[in-house]
């Protein structure tokens, strides 16, 4: 039965979370609160695990999503029905529309989905911010995870340091 609600749950996230990988993180974070396969603590190392992991984030998070709620066999399951439809609605609009980039409907469905897809990132990555930031298991975890947040900001905004300078630090 987790099989059937993995397919159907992670099929919903690839039909709605336009926008990349993190537009998937509000409904993950939903599956979470919903299904309690994961928790939201498990969401920030599945985050850093994806981050660090070849491929491309939003897979990645099913995966690790699946894995957590069912083993390997849910891991490929959530992986498959993530990539399902996005592939197939891709599919279909190219068959029927060689020439929907130029279509003046999509054009303004896709200019309205804009601004949802920036909430929908713009809310979970201050979630993310608490729930990294905010809530610690002793005094000294949150100094230091506030110092690296301030120490990594500051690189930076200020040094310019590259994207892979920083995950150094980071990590």
């Known amino acids: 039965m987790i099989y059937l609600q993995l ?10 979370g336009i926008g990349g990988g993190y537009a998937t993180l509000p409904f993950l ?15 920030t190392t599945f985050i850093s695990l994806s981050e660090i992991t070849p491929g491309a ?3 990645n998070m099913a995966t690790f999503a699946g894995y957590s709620a069912a083993g390997i066999s849910g891991g490929i399951v959530a992986t498959f029905a993530l990539a399902l439809v996005p592939f197939l609605i891709i599919t279909i609009l190219c068959h029927k529309f060689p020439n929907f980039q130029e279509n003046k409907v999509f ?3 896709f200019y ?9 990132i713009g809310t979970v990555a201050f979630q993310i911010f ?3 930031l905010l809530h610690f298991d002793s005094a ?22 590259g994207p892979f300078q920083l995950f150094l630090i980071g990590g």
């Open 7 to 16: 397919l159907w749950e992670f099929m919903k996230i690839g039909l709605f």
């Open 29 to 43: 974070q939903h599956l979470a609160e919903e299904y309690g396969w994961f928790s939201l603590a498990d969401m």
């Open 57 to 59: 984030f939003g897979i």
């Open 107 to 109: 054009a303004k469905i």
């Open 112 to 120: 309205g989905v804009v601004p949802v897809t920036v909430a929908l």
């Open 130 to 132: 608490q729930t990294s």
């Open 140 to 161: 000294f975890q949150g100094a230091i995870s506030w110092v690296l947040f301030a120490a990594l900001l500051f690189l930076a905004f200020v040094r310019k340091a």
